[in-house]
T-cell receptor, first 112, second 112 residues
Framework: SQKIEQNSEALNIQEGKTATLTCNYTNYSPAYLQWYRQDPGRGPVFLLLIRENEKEKRKERLKVTFDTTLKQSLFHITASQPADSATYLC???????????FGTGTLLAVQP | EPEVTQTPSHQVTQMGQEVILHCVPISNHLYFYWYRQILGQKVEFLVSFYNNEISEKSEIFDDQFSVERPDGSNFTLKIRSTKLEDSAMYFCASYGGNYGYTFGSGTRLTVV
């Protein structure tokens, strides 16, 4: 069955450093890989989408890479701030209107 | 920025009762979804809806569940006879053809 794993349940880093989150998947061939932010008691908020034929995507302090051979995506937040503290979710889908399959998420805590 | 609106934010119901969760998707979006998240677990797909019919549903979405778009703006999820294990956050989402899905803030359903 499909499996999506995100690295360690919690990641603690110092303000100003780069946070790197990992998403690995098996038994799936996604057309898109998406990253969402989720704050406690709130719904996921879309951050970035990368297509299967793209290697890298950037948006302000965010960068996503996608390696379909390794079946892995890396999500980077540069110059991290305490306000970046949240759970970050990786999600896969086979087409733009198809269901999303979510990973369990990584809780990021940025210490001032 | 356009939002997906969900009501109520919190619903407490007795086991065996029917509940209806309400969503107002973004007005020009055509694809609608329901997801749920049991406390401490990942976000799970329930159902997708397009052109006034279900396009896909998960194993979770059994005969106790139904969705409806009664008018041009509302999108509802009905659970006919609630069970304790239906307690979760329920998220509505819509997709309009641009990148990423827009999720609502969720309804916390507590079955007692």
């Amino acid at each position: 069955s499909q499996k999506i794993e995100q690295n360690s349940e919690a990641l603690n880093i110092q303000e100003g450093k780069t946070a790197t989150l990992t998403c690995n998947y098996t038994n799936y061939s996604p057309a898109y890989l998406q990253w969402y932010r989720q704050d406690p008691g709130r719904g996921p908020v879309f951050l970035l989408l990368i297509r299967e034929n793209e290697k890298e995507k950037r948006k302000e302090r965010l960068k996503v890479t996608f390696d379909t051979t390794l079946k892995q995506s890396l999500f980077h937040i540069t110059a991290s701030q305490p306000a970046d503290s949240a759970t970050y979710l990786c999600a896969l889908d086979r087409g733009a209107t198809n269901k999303l399959i979510f990973g369990t998420g990584t809780l990021l805590a940025v210490q001032p | 920025e356009p939002e997906v609106t969900q009501t109520p934010s919190h619903q407490v119901t007795q086991m065996g009762q029917e509940v209806i969760l309400h969503c107002v998707p973004i007005s020009n979006h055509l694809y609608f979804y329901w997801y749920r998240q049991i406390l401490g677990q990942k976000v799970e797909f329930l159902v997708s809806f397009y052109n006034n019919e279900i396009s896909e549903k998960s194993e979770i979405f059994d005969d106790q569940f139904s969705v409806e778009r009664p008018d041009g703006s509302n999108f509802t999820l009905k659970i006919r006879s609630t069970k304790l294990e239906d307690s979760a956050m329920y998220f509505c989402a819509s997709y309009g053809g641009n990148y990423g899905y827009t999720f609502g803030s969720g309804t916390r359903l507590t079955v007692v």
